[in-house]
């Protein structure tokens, strides 16, 4: 699972510096993980993904943002609790969701919203 930058995120996900309106630059869905070190429900969150990671390989990306260190990136989204998922289909607008979800309801979302299949 990479963690993502500012730089980074903007050249994989949304450059929102150049772009107004929403506009994924990736080449398949992913799900973005806003976390914290000190954030006990994050660490619950963390197995998941890294099971998730597995199962969908090849067929989504999963990413990370520290909350503490992009500070930028956490505004631009805002960001108020943690953990924060943003689930990002190629071709709709990202929705997120709040709090540590289940490994069934990340299933649930990679298929509806993300229109991907295990």
Not at 3 to 27: I, P, Q, R, S
Request: charged letters at 30%; a negative charge.
């Amino acid at each position: 699972m990479e963690h993502l930058t500012l730089e980074t995120f903007k050249t994989k996900v949304f450059d929102f510096e150049k772009n107004k309106e929403w506009k994924f630059e990736g080449d398949k869905p992913c799900i973005i993980d806003f976390y914290a070190d000190w954030c006990g429900p994050c660490k619950m969150v963390a197995p998941v993904l890294e099971e998730l990671a597995k199962d969908y390989d090849g067929k989504l990306n999963i990413y990370k943002v520290d909350t503490e260190a992009e500070r930028e990136l956490s505004s631009v989204f805002g960001i108020r609790s943690i953990p924060s998922i943003l689930f990002v289909p190629m071709d709709a607008q990202p929705q997120m969701a709040a709090g540590a979800l289940p490994k069934n309801a990340f299933e649930k979302a990679i298929e509806d919203v993300l229109g991907v299949k295990e």
